[in-house]
């Protein structure tokens, strides 16, 4: 233990004897003399970057040191490290520190065992690889768990020079897959301390199961085993349950194919396998049917109750479940999971493309054999699923931060224009919203403004905005190849801190999941049961159908959508924590909800409102108006007003150009009406507001009122001006 430099936050007495009888591998000295290690590699990264600590930043950091290298009491812990923190340094500074330990394989190092790290990208994976490796000491410390994609063959990882992308590789097909690290990395998972992988595995095979990954040996006798887990950002705890007719028809399937009938043992077992599958859930579920059925039901509760009515009998189907596992292995670990939800909590049965019943739920975390796990959550407190999760804890953050510099503009209309996915797919609702892009921007020249939109239309949106390319943020790729030609979209940001020299962040839409999601999301997370207690009571209505109109799935999409914003706006410049520099966030028709959950994580932040949309938006709107898929008359005026030269003109001469204002309704119902009858006193006429407007906008002059209709007289089509 000499090697190792002491620190301000250690504590020791003057005898190494004493020091070496009284520290041990959880030992407070111990602990304390690698917290102080870890503090010391972050003063230096601050120090050299001339970054400053701001108040109370630097204690929450080293408590989480703390808690990571064994004073966490609870299994599992959130740390709510914002953006922009610390917290890719934090992570960066242990792993060193704890790699020095495994090179000597000290007492702390075995007791540890060994690192798990779940990061969100394969870059991430190899910076954090190439970080053991340097101060490994020519020691073989670190496994990265990958497998083909784009950047890891971008980067080296496939041998064949005509494979270029993840779409290009054949996969175990390929002849030279033998010798593939890529297709074998999972086989070396086992040799080494550290363990690197990503997210997307994580997700998905490991939430709930760790166990294939915790022990290591390096060739020799002794085995470990890592019981340290850190995931950076919070993994995706929801979980859909389904049980519907194609899902037993799979099952069926599954069991017929699995092993051959020939052999007359396995087909024993098949038949019988089958026979439970048809009388124990295939019979009783087309009973539940038949229930809704008779009662008229859409949409409903299963409860207990329904599944004994409809003689659903568990006795029977969890040995089922046994035998099946042992029949097919981990094929079978679906339809076992949803007989062991469906038989322990209500389900929602549901009409869709087919009856089925789904149960949303909560993935439990993997906390066997000692196993600590830590979540970097920069937006915990906007995440039921953490902070209401009685698995997890979050340890107070006393992190004293000022958000004065960031306005939040909030941009309302009274008209009918929305930056929702649907609405975005009318073309008008573009051409309007880019008519609104370049007004804003126009004014922002010297600015670096961050323009995120829906992926369908980010490349058309920045096409759209050529001349203000100066000022715009294009896309920034994920493998380090440079920008795209395309505005940043939603869903195409994770991870990437590419974006923090942005002063100024527009949401060009709002980024949101499918209805359904939602509610799934609301009952999965319902840790006290009050979400399933108002869909039962909704149920209770004949006439519910629309699941969008319980509270719960509302509180829970302006939840998700406040979280989302939250996480864009620290891509900002506002991540640099302690800058002074103006930050300002433009929202479209955002939900109130919404707008109060972001201003309520930036608590001193300015706000305001916008209520009318520019006259340029207005008049692009109105000149996209349809009715009955066809353009209105006030449209199809504004269209030829756009190739208007300025000269004077008269109503009679926009009708002898063949643009008429549309007929009322006396002369749609008489034929022998032909002209348009305009009547008097009609100032407020949608198409003279909408010329006015047009003709205001062209000129760019003081508004004033071209043509005043409320001075004409309409006879017969002849138009005579009262007061010339």
Same mark, same amino acid.
């Given at each position: 233990?000499?090697?190792?430099?002491?620190?301000?936050?250690?504590?020791?007495?003057?005898?190494?004897?004493?020091?070496?009888?009284?520290?041990?591998?959880?030992?407070?000295?111990?602990?304390?003399?690698?917290?102080?290690?870890?503090?010391?590699?972050?003063?230096?990264?601050?120090?050299?970057?001339?970054?400053?600590?701001?108040?109370?930043?630097?204690?929450?950091?080293?408590?989480?040191?703390?808690?990571?290298?064994?004073?966490?009491?609870?299994?599992?812990?959130?740390?709510?490290?914002?953006?922009?923190?610390?917290?890719?340094?934090?992570?960066?500074?242990?792993?060193?520190?704890?790699?020095?330990?495994?090179?000597?394989?000290?007492?702390?190092?075995?007791?540890?065992?060994?690192?798990?790290?779940?990061?969100?990208?394969?870059?991430?994976?190899?910076?954090?690889?190439?970080?053991?490796?340097?101060?490994?000491?020519?020691?073989?410390?670190?496994?990265?768990?990958?497998?083909?994609?784009?950047?890891?063959?971008?980067?080296?990882?496939?041998?064949?020079?005509?494979?270029?992308?993840?779409?290009?590789?054949?996969?175990?097909?390929?002849?030279?897959?033998?010798?593939?690290?890529?297709?074998?990395?999972?086989?070396?998972?086992?040799?080494?301390?550290?363990?690197?992988?990503?997210?997307?595995?994580?997700?998905?095979?490991?939430?709930?199961?760790?166990?294939?990954?915790?022990?290591?040996?390096?060739?020799?006798?002794?085995?470990?085993?890592?019981?340290?887990?850190?995931?950076?950002?919070?993994?995706?705890?929801?979980?859909?349950?389904?049980?519907?007719?194609?899902?037993?028809?799979?099952?069926?399937?599954?069991?017929?194919?699995?092993?051959?009938?020939?052999?007359?043992?396995?087909?024993?077992?098949?038949?019988?396998?089958?026979?439970?599958?048809?009388?124990?859930?295939?019979?009783?579920?087309?009973?539940?049917?038949?229930?809704?059925?008779?009662?008229?039901?859409?949409?409903? #509760?299963?409860?207990?109750?329904?599944?004994?009515? $409809?003689?659903?009998? *568990?006795?029977? /189907?969890?040995? !089922?479940? %046994?035998? +099946?596992?042992?029949?097919?292995?981990?094929?079978?670990?679906?339809?076992?999971?949803?007989?062991?939800?469906?038989?322990?909590?209500?389900?929602?049965?549901?009409?869709?493309?087919?009856?089925?019943?789904?149960?949303?739920?909560?993935?439990?975390?993997?906390?066997?054999?000692?196993?600590?796990?830590?979540?970097?959550?920069?937006?915990?407190?906007?995440?039921?699923?953490?902070?209401?999760?009685?698995?997890?804890?979050?340890?107070?953050?006393?992190?004293?931060?000022?958000?004065?510099?960031?306005?939040?503009?909030?941009?309302?209309?009274?008209?009918?224009?929305?930056?929702?996915?649907?609405?975005?797919?009318?073309?008008?609702?573009?051409?309007?919203?880019?008519?609104?892009?370049?007004?804003?921007?126009?004014?922002?020249?010297?600015?670096? #403004?961050?323009?995120?939109?829906?992926?369908?239309? $980010?490349?058309?949106? *920045?096409?759209? /905005?050529?001349? !203000?390319? %100066?000022? +715009?943020?294009?896309?920034?790729?994920?493998?380090?190849?440079?920008?795209?030609?395309?505005?940043?979209?939603?869903?195409?940001?994770?991870?990437?801190?590419?974006?923090?020299?942005?002063?100024?962040?527009?949401?060009?839409?709002?980024?949101?999941?499918?209805?359904?999601?939602?509610?799934?999301?609301?009952?999965?997370?319902?840790?006290?049961?009050?979400?399933?207690?108002?869909?039962?009571?909704?149920?209770?209505?004949?006439?519910?159908?629309?699941?969008?109109?319980?509270?719960?799935?509302?509180?829970?999409?302006?939840?998700?959508?406040?979280?989302?914003?939250?996480?864009?706006?620290?891509?900002?410049?506002?991540?640099?924590?302690?800058?002074?520099?103006?930050?300002?966030?433009?929202?479209?028709?955002?939900?109130?909800?919404?707008?109060?959950?972001?201003?309520?994580?930036?608590?001193?932040?300015?706000?305001?409102?916008?209520?009318? /949309?520019?006259?340029?938006?207005?008049?692009?709107?109105?000149?996209?108006?349809?009715?009955?898929?066809?353009?209105?008359?006030?449209?199809?005026?504004?269209?030829?007003?756009?190739?208007?030269?300025?000269?004077?003109?008269?109503?009679?001469?926009?009708?002898?150009?063949?643009?008429?204002?549309?007929?009322?309704?006396?002369?749609?119902?008489?034929?022998?009406?032909?002209?348009?009858?305009?009547?008097?006193?009609?100032?407020?006429?949608?198409?003279?507001?909408?010329?006015?407007?047009?003709?205001?906008?062209?000129?760019?002059?003081?508004?004033?009122?071209?043509?005043?209709?409320?001075?004409?007289?309409?006879?017969?089509?002849?138009?005579?001006?009262?007061?010339?």
């Amino acid at each position: 233990m000499k090697d190792i430099k002491k620190s301000a936050d250690s504590s020791f007495g003057e005898n190494e004897e004493l020091r070496a009888l009284e520290w041990s591998a959880h030992s407070p000295h111990c602990i304390s003399d690698l917290t102080g290690q870890v503090m010391d590699e972050l003063d230096e990264y601050f120090s050299t970057r001339g970054v400053t600590y701001i108040s109370g930043q630097r204690e929450l950091l080293r408590d989480t040191v703390r808690l990571m290298l064994g004073e966490a009491e609870v299994p599992v812990t959130t740390i709510p490290l914002l953006p922009g923190m610390g917290k890719s340094t934090l992570v960066r500074a242990l792993v060193k520190v704890l790699t020095r330990e495994f090179v000597r394989m000290s007492d702390y190092a075995k007791s540890l065992g060994g690192v798990i790290l779940v990061v969100e990208k394969t870059a991430e994976a190899y910076e954090l690889r190439d970080l053991i490796q340097e101060n490994a000491s020519n020691r073989d410390l670190v496994r990265v768990l990958e497998s083909p994609n784009d950047f890891n063959i971008a980067h080296g990882g496939c041998q064949r020079s005509d494979v270029q992308t993840r779409a290009e590789c054949p996969g175990k097909d390929c002849p030279q897959a033998a010798e593939c690290r890529l297709l074998h990395a999972a086989d070396k998972a086992n040799q080494t301390p550290f363990l690197v992988f990503m997210h997307a595995r994580y997700d998905q095979y490991y939430i709930e199961n760790l166990s294939a990954l915790r022990e290591w040996s390096s060739g020799e006798e002794t085995i470990y085993t890592r019981k340290l887990l850190i995931v950076d950002e919070a993994p995706n705890l929801m979980k859909v349950s389904k049980l519907s007719t194609s899902v037993i028809a799979a099952c069926e399937g599954m069991i017929s194919t699995h092993e051959p009938s020939y052999n007359l043992s396995w087909d024993k077992q098949k038949q019988t396998l089958l026979s439970t599958l048809n009388y124990s859930l295939r019979i009783p579920f087309q009973k539940l049917l038949r229930q809704y059925k008779a009662n008229g039901s859409r949409i409903a #509760v299963t409860t207990s109750d329904d599944f004994n009515a $409809a003689a659903f009998d *568990w006795s029977k /189907l969890d040995p !089922f479940c %046994d035998q +099946l596992e042992r029949y097919a292995g981990s094929r079978s670990d679906e339809i076992i999971e949803t007989v062991s939800v469906l038989s322990k909590q209500p389900a929602a049965y549901q009409i869709g493309q087919e009856h089925e019943l789904t149960v949303p739920h909560c993935r439990p975390f993997d906390i066997q054999d000692d196993l600590r796990t830590f979540i970097l959550s920069g937006s915990a407190f906007l995440s039921p699923e953490l902070y209401e999760n009685p698995e997890v804890d979050i340890p107070s953050a006393n992190v004293q931060e000022s958000y004065q510099r960031l306005t939040i503009h909030v941009q309302r209309s009274d008209t009918r224009f929305s930056v929702s996915k649907t609405a975005m797919a009318n073309k008008t609702t573009r051409n309007v919203l880019t008519v609104w892009l370049k007004n804003k921007l126009s004014g922002m020249a010297g600015h670096k #403004v961050l323009v995120v939109t829906y992926k369908s239309y $980010a490349k058309e949106l *920045w096409d759209a /905005l050529s001349e !203000f390319h %100066d000022r +715009l943020i294009p896309l920034q790729a994920d493998d380090n190849s440079g920008p795209k030609e395309s505005l940043p979209y939603f869903g195409g940001m994770n991870g990437s801190n590419r974006y923090n020299e942005a002063d100024c962040v527009i949401c060009a839409g709002l980024g949101r999941f499918d209805s359904e999601e939602y509610f799934n999301r609301a009952l999965a997370f319902d840790f006290d049961g009050s979400a399933w207690g108002e869909f039962e009571q909704a149920c209770l209505d004949p006439s519910f159908r629309n699941t969008d109109d319980l509270a719960c799935v509302q509180k829970m999409r302006n939840l998700t959508m406040a979280r989302d914003l939250v996480q864009l706006v620290f891509r900002s410049t506002l991540r640099n924590h302690g800058g002074k520099e103006p930050v300002s966030l433009w929202l479209i028709q955002p939900p109130e909800e919404v707008v109060m959950h972001v201003r309520e994580s930036f608590r001193d932040c300015q706000h305001d409102e916008i209520s009318e /949309l520019p006259f340029e938006c207005l008049s692009e709107l109105a000149a996209g108006r349809t009715f009955q898929g066809k353009p209105t008359h006030a449209s199809k005026l504004l269209k030829w007003l756009a190739d208007w030269d300025g000269s004077p003109i008269l109503i009679a001469e926009v009708q002898g150009n063949g643009k008429k204002l549309g007929r009322t309704r006396l002369s749609r119902k008489r034929s022998s009406i032909s002209k348009p009858m305009v009547r008097a006193k009609t100032a407020k006429s949608s198409v003279l507001k909408t010329l006015n407007e047009r003709l205001y906008i062209i000129t760019m002059k003081q508004y004033k009122p071209v043509l005043n209709l409320e001075q004409c007289t309409c006879r017969r089509g002849i138009y005579a001006n009262q007061n010339p």
